[in-house]
């Protein structure tokens, strides 16, 4: 018992010395690892006290709805989601973490999206949900949630590798007429205003998020669209392997910060 | 840092000597062609310049602050705080650009507009009068110009109003 105790103490002390010697301790809490920090941080106190309340966050109606068609039978087979996974609090928690990920049956990553699509259509042989649809952006809404609080923790080594690379290669490729990479706003400029709006660095763990100016949760895709399209660059499609691979990228830029889906951002 | 000069430098020579038609093989038509003229052959610049007007007419400053406001053309107010004072939020991506013509010539500021990674390659701020050589330009927008010659020039003329 006291060996144990001591063994604690020792933990903490180092835990704290490291935290002490990075020099980061606390200004942004669990938002800020390293020198990474959550667009959270980024936003104003007043949009980050919307996202803290759940009442007053909007994109919590989304988690509810989520919850309503989690035990809704549809399709063919007479199921629902929880007739095979039941209590999604128990066997959803954690998946959010580590998608994308690679799916030996494809042969490329595989996005949350996709996996509850992938449900529908093989598990209960109900129709696919569209893309940016209600449904589809509630289930994905509540499935994250899920894990809301837990470090992002992508794979991004073995067979998810070259996908990996693909994204990176993708985020630090000139676009659009107004030849610019996303690392060209997000990684060479995060906390510089850019007009009205303060660029963070860009990161993949707080989605499907309530935007303001939206006044609607969006996945990361539809993000993924717009940021692609203010460069006047051609934006893909939802659900392409070029923003699938380019979602695991950005996952991995927020590498250990707590998922916050449903976030709130302008 | 003078190693980098050095090179630019030597870039621009090289372009210039195949008279400059490498930058815009594309839509050639389309575009004027103009010259780079680098410190070495000119002196009393800091920075290479486009001397000659591109439309052969002077700017209209009034024009060109219309056209560093509008979000469609300049929006340079995107990343530059500007003496613009009736339009809020000013970026801050790039340098404040009051007294930028104290700082700069006529001809340093064209080359700026035109296609600033001539003075730096990995420049955030836009080629303004370039319309070739991207990857994956929205369909509304292939082929052309952000800014035509003559609203460089306004701009150009706005600039240098700014002392």
């Keep these: 018992m006291a060996c144990k105790f001591i063994v604690f103490s020792i933990g903490l002390a180092l835990a704290l010395g490291i935290v002490h010697e990075t020099g980061h301790a606390g200004e942004w809490g669990k938002y800020q690892v390293e020198d990474r920090r959550s667009g959270y941080t980024y936003r104003t106190k007043e949009t980050r006290a919307m996202q803290d309340d759940d009442f007053q966050n909007p994109g919590m109606a989304l988690v509810d709805e989520g919850e309503a068609l989690w035990s809704m039978v549809d399709g063919k087979a007479g199921k629902s989601c929880a007739s095979c996974h039941q209590d999604a609090s128990v066997t959803m928690r954690g998946v959010g973490a580590v998608y994308p990920k690679f799916d030996i049956g494809l042969g490329k990553l595989k996005n949350i999206e996709q996996q509850i699509n992938t449900c529908r259509t093989g598990q209960m042989q109900a129709t696919p949900w569209k893309w940016e649809k209600g449904q589809l952006l509630a289930m994905t809404v509540y499935v994250r949630h899920q894990s809301r609080g837990m470090p992002m923790n992508v794979k991004v080594d073995g067979s998810a590798a070259p996908f990996f690379e693909k994204g990176k290669a993708f985020y630090n490729e000139r676009r659009g007429q107004l030849d610019m990479s996303c690392g060209s706003c997000h990684e060479a400029y995060p906390g510089t205003r850019i007009r009205a709006d303060m660029l963070s660095q860009g990161q993949g763990h707080s989605f499907p998020t309530y935007r303001l100016k939206w006044q609607k949760v969006g996945s990361l895709h539809r993000r993924f669209r717009g940021c692609n399209k203010q460069v006047r660059s051609k934006p893909y499609k939802y659900g392409s392997d070029e923003y699938v691979n380019l979602e695991l990228y950005a996952g991995w830029r927020a590498r250990g910060l707590p998922i916050e889906t449903p976030a709130l951002r302008n | ?163």
Excluded: W
């Excluded at chain 2, 680098?38 to 024009?63: H, M």
């Design chain 2, 1 to 163: 840092m003078t190693h980098k000069f050095v090179l630019v430098t030597a870039f621009l020579v090289a372009l210039v000597a195949h008279g400059f038609s490498i930058a815009n093989a594309v839509e050639s038509s389309k575009i004027v062609q103009y010259v780079v003229v680098d410190e070495d052959s000119l002196p009393s610049l800091n920075v290479p310049a486009i001397l000659q007007s591109l439309t052969g007419k002077k700017g209209d400053p009034a024009n060109g602050r219309k056209v560093v406001i509008n979000r469609k053309k300049g929006n340079c107010l995107a990343c530059h705080v500007m003496p613009i004072s009736e339009q809020p939020y000013h970026g801050e991506v790039g340098p404040e650009l009051n007294g930028v013509a104290s700082r700069y010539q006529e001809g340093e500021l064209r080359l700026l507009l035109v296609n600033a990674k001539f003075i730096n390659e990995d420049t955030i701020m836009p080629a303004f009068y370039r319309n070739s050589g991207f990857n994956r330009v929205h369909k509304k927008f292939k082929g052309k110009t952000i800014l035509s010659a003559q609203q460089v020039e306004d701009v150009v003329a706005y600039l240098m109003t700014l002392k």
